[in-house]
């Protein structure tokens, strides 16, 4: 976790969902192949926008957090509503995104997509496929100027990812990422074939 970054136990700590923070949740489907899918997200005036994400989103009322990951990761890749992981989702830890005062859940399944993904062109400006591989090599991982609090934030040298023909994945995702990786390297004692 970077420096100065809070984690989301303290913030569930010291407030209250929805009045202090907002919860959603992603999930980081696994192919068959190794690959997993990351959007590049619209460039939005938002806190977020252009920056790299998992597929997810903000937890409406009624939904658990894994029925909300689902609903986004669906929306956001353009899945049908039918589309489902290959087996049941397994919860990671949970993340706090204090610029947009998020709580995040990540959920970790195998899925298996389509070649051709139709996005929702209002979140999401482009999908990405990565191998899984690439988050075991010490070579991507490195620090970066980026731009905090989208266009009206501050640029500073944060922590992450470099991966084969994406932008610099930093922040919430870089942190799930790095947990994916560790999950990765465990399960496999000392790589993915």
Known sequence: MPYGRTSASEARKCGEAGVDFREAAVLIGIEADGRLALIERAPYGGVHGGQMALPGGAREAGETMLECALREWREELGLGVHHQPLQPPVAMTEVHVAPSRFIVRPFLAPVQLPNSLLPDPIEVARVHRVHIQELLDADRRAEDQVQVGGGIGLRLKAPGWRLSKVP????ATAMMLGELASIVE????????
Not at 186 to 193: A, C, I, N, R
Request: glycine share 24%.
């Open 168 to 171: 610099f994945v930093w922040g």
């Open 186 to 193: 465990q399960w496999s004692g000392d790589g993915v074939d």
